[in-house]
């Protein structure tokens, strides 16, 4: 390890959305070793989803700089700037992209360890996903059952496993569940993309609002993850906040934003159809249901709860049923307040391997090796070239000709042109191909 006694571990974090922010930044913290002086630069990639500084600043997670870059700019401060840690908070492509074009960059020189993962709950693209994150340092698996996983993906294709490192997701926190408030509160977390048509969120909301009516002792809350033009880790073409309007709501019926944990620090039922708030709910021994309305499907992703204990219905919770989770299925996906994925410690204790692999490879006689994704020019030569080229990157992994320069801040001109581009694709996504894709089914 460095000499962290004299000068800080630096850490560089780039995120593509609000929720990797969160999961990157909390993640790098956990890295370091305990008590270490460490300094956090922050990097958002540009795109669709950058986060708006209410979204930054809802996710608790804070850096000592933060700025926006496109994938080249990134690249280039990478190798003009000394890092100890480098995470990688992006979309699958995203890391693959960036690992090509910093191997390009680094060459066979000095480097930082490399880490990437997963936000949360794991329940598609498993195989395409986890090999566009090979080449990391460190592929973090969020649970045992994950980490087996993730193994036999690689080995499968013949990849080296050995970067698949257990831990678990670094924003479980908060007390846990101490019995129910007064009033009894309901929170249903919902999801931008989970489910995706009209018809089924307006069946969700419908039956939330109508919970509600059943229980006006309650509090029903709708969870949000973000506000109208703003976006999250997936595009969110229906808002709730639109879908509601015009419902007529009880007066025990509200919206509500803000950072879970506060969320879940007054509720005494958490109900979601996938969501990965429902392992934070867990994680604090809150009752947890996962809706089975819409049926257990891959497509919602409420499939990776069988065996929880956790899947039940709107008419049961309507009812009164309050699920009891499987301590066993809990423990495997690393979320128990007791203990470890293995079972084998407290939840603090989850890092230990991740930081003591980390603290190896900042040691390794000789510095570390040129990066070394599965995907190349030879193992993928249909595939690879066009995830690069999303990111203005070549084949090798070197900016294209055009790409954009990264050797001055943009100017206020710049910013405007940037933020409604945004902004029209955001308009763009919600309102107009909606529109489009209704007039297509007359």
Request: aromatic fraction near 6%; include cysteine; charged fraction near 20%.
């Amino acid at each position: 390890m460095p000499a962290i006694t004299t000068e800080p571990l630096r850490i560089a974090v780039l995120a593509d959305s609000d929720t990797r922010w969160k999961w990157g930044a909390l993640t790098a913290r956990r890295l370091a070793p305990a008590g270490a002086e460490i300094r956090l630069d922050g990097f958002l990639l540009r795109g669709r989803a950058t986060p708006t500084a209410r979204q930054l600043e809802e996710t608790g997670a804070h850096a000592d700089s933060l700025r926006e870059v496109t994938a080249v700019e990134f690249v280039r401060a990478m190798a003009g700037e000394r890092y100890d840690v480098l995470v990688l908070a992006l979309v699958g492509g995203g890391v693959q992209a960036m690992l090509h074009g910093l191997r390009h960059a680094w060459g066979s020189g000095p480097r930082p360890v490399v880490v990437t993962g997963y936000v949360g709950v794991v329940y598609e693209k498993l195989a395409d996903g986890l090999l566009l994150r090979h080449g990391a340092d460190l592929v973090l698996a969020n649970s045992a059952h994950d980490a087996e996983r993730f193994r036999d993906v690689y080995e499968g294709v013949g990849a080296d496993a050995s970067a698949v490192t257990e831990v678990a997701l670094p924003f479980l926190d908060g007390a846990p569940y101490s019995g129910q408030h007064a009033p009894f509160t309901v929170v249903f977390a919902a999801q931008p993309s989970v489910p995706a048509s009209r018809a089924d969120r307006a069946y969700l909301l419908g039956r939330l609002i109508g919970h509600a009516r059943r229980h006006p002792g309650r509090e029903v809350l709708l969870k949000l993850r973000s506000k109208p033009g703003e976006h999250t880790t997936h595009i969110e073409e229906l808002p709730y906040q639109k879908l509601v309007r015009g419902m007529d709501a009880p007066a025990n019926f509200r919206l509500v934003y803000g950072h879970m944990g506060e969320v879940l620090d007054r509720t005494d039922l958490l109900v979601t159809v996938s969501s990965t708030a429902a392992l934070e709910s867990l994680h604090r021994r809150v009752p947890t249901a996962v809706l089975t309305d819409l049926g257990v499907r891959e497509a919602l992703g409420n499939h990776h709860f069988i065996g929880s204990g956790c899947l039940t219905s709107w008419d049961r919770i309507d009812a009164g049923e309050l699920p009891k989770p499987d301590p066993a299925w809990v423990a495997r996906q690393g979320v128990a307040a007791g203990g470890t994925p293995s079972g084998g410690g407290s939840y603090e204790a989850a890092f230990d391997a991740a930081r003591e692999r980390v603290a190896a490879l900042l040691t390794r006689p000789g510095g570390l090796p040129p990066l070394d994704p599965y995907y190349t020019a030879e193992t993928a030569p249909g595939y690879l070239p066009g995830i690069l080229a999303r990111h203005h990157l070549g084949p090798d992994g070197a900016p294209l000709p055009g790409s954009p320069a990264a050797d001055r801040a943009p100017g206020p001109v710049r910013q405007i042109v940037r933020r409604a581009a945004r902004g029209a694709y955001r308009h763009g996504v919600q309102r107009v191909a909606p529109v489009i894709r209704r007039m297509g089914e007359l």
